[in-house]
């Protein structure tokens, strides 16, 4: 039996529920290929502001470091809205990505065709939609410098910036190339060069990188053109590459393509470590209740299998139990819309059927 240690910083709101139903779900799939997983769960974002009186520190940065393999519930709630930066929970999520050195955050659009009539788009336009948001992850005007709030001539301004290097550009274009190769073969670069510097640069950058790969096509499209094309004909993608800001903006937009946020798994990867996390928030309104869609929590645990453990059939067998879910009608107040053979469920229906789902094989000799 094979054995490897993961961190799990289950987080704030909905974040423990998730995560308990993920890692229930990846400890029954790797068992049956003989490979056993040492979890260790720590504190991280809200709730560990209010124990240590910081996010996260330096313990739990260095342990999740060490492992190199983390998976995450999500972070924040009002209680810590007044905090100031450095000290609300989304702070430790930027410090723990940027320590990792995560630079890609990988976000797989599927439409399942279970869920096809979920969203609020209509069925035709939506109904085969596949493709990957390759989000730049540790650049940006997330991590920009300078960064301050001052003020002239009594009037209060603050100031963000837009920095990108050719290599963050370069780096972050080749992990899309190389996903484009493993898919239908195009990559469409989002970016805002007739207005932005900082766009032309990774225009420029990403021209660059597309001369390593003539088997892959190149297209390039402003980002306000993009989140039209998103909603007017999403088919049309395959592999989109894009920076830290407009890919956390045009991938919650595209969540509802799918019928939820809560569908949405992500992977952030760079070298050997990886950090995996469902794309929605931590809905501290109905943290608790036992109503959450842990099934983005479920599809990062398979992305976790697929690219940090090198088990893709493992990751394979949860996304197949997915569907079984899907196509089973279990619909958690999310995605439930009242059809004919639709059943209003909670988060403990849906784990129960994913881990049978998962236990149904044989264990892999």
């Known amino acids: 039996m094979k054995k490897i240690d ?6 704030d709101g909905i974040g423990p529920e998730v995560t308990t139903v993920a890692l229930n779900v990846l400890k029954a799939v790797c068992n049956r290929y003989h490979t056993e997983l040492n979890v260790t769960e720590l504190p991280f974002g809200g709730i560990c502001y209010e124990q240590y009186g910081e996010p ?5 940065i260095d342990a999740c470091k060490k492992t190199k393999i ?5 972070v924040g709630g009002p209680q810590w809205d007044d905090l100031n930066a ?19 955050n990988l976000r797989p659009i599927q439409v399942h065709p279970a869920l096809a009539g979920a969203s609020t788009l209509k069925q035709e336009v939506i109904e085969g939609t596949d493709f990957l948001i390759v989000r730049e992850l540790t650049g940006g005007i997330y991590f920009g410098q300078p960064r301050y709030t001052s003020e002239e001539n009594g009037d209060p301004f ?3 910036t837009m920095r990108y290097s050719r290599s963050e550009v370069q780096r972050v274009a080749r992990v899309a190339f190389d996903a484009a190769r493993l898919r239908n073969g195009r990559v469409c670069s989002v970016d805002k060069a007739n207005i932005l510097e900082s766009s032309r640069m990774w225009r420029k950058s990403v021209l660059e990188v597309a001369e390593e790969y003539p088997d892959v096509e190149l297209t390039h499209m402003l980002v306000d053109n993009c989140a039209m094309q998103i909603i007017r004909d999403p088919k049309q993608f395959d592999v989109m590459v894009t920076g830290n800001l407009f890919g956390d903006i045009l991938s919650d937009a595209a969540s509802m393509l799918t019928g939820s946020l809560g569908m949405l798994p992500s992977a952030s990867v760079g070298g050997e470590n990886g950090l995996y996390e469902p794309v929605h928030g931590s809905a501290p309104d109905i943290a608790g209740k036992g109503v959450a869609n842990p099934l983005a929590a479920v599809a990062s645990a398979a992305m976790l ?13 949860i996304e197949e139990a997915i569907l079984k879910v899907l196509g089973s009608g279990l619909r958690t107040g999310d995605l439930y819309t009242n059809e004919t053979g639709t059943i209003l469920a909670n988060t403990s229906d849906v784990a129960d059927l994913l881990l049978k789902a998962v236990s149904e094989e044989e264990t892999v000799s």
């Open 305 to 317: 299998c697929r690219y940090s453990l090198k088990m893709e059939e493992a990751a394979q067998n």
């Open 158 to 160: 603050s100031v963000d």
């Open 6 to 11: 993961i961190i799990a910083l289950p987080g």
């Open 70 to 74: 983390v998976l995450l519930g999500a």
């Open 56 to 60: 996260v520190t330096d313990e739990i």
């Open 86 to 104: 450095g000290k609300r929970p989304e702070a430790a999520l930027l410090r723990l990505r940027k320590e990792l050195g995560v630079f890609a």
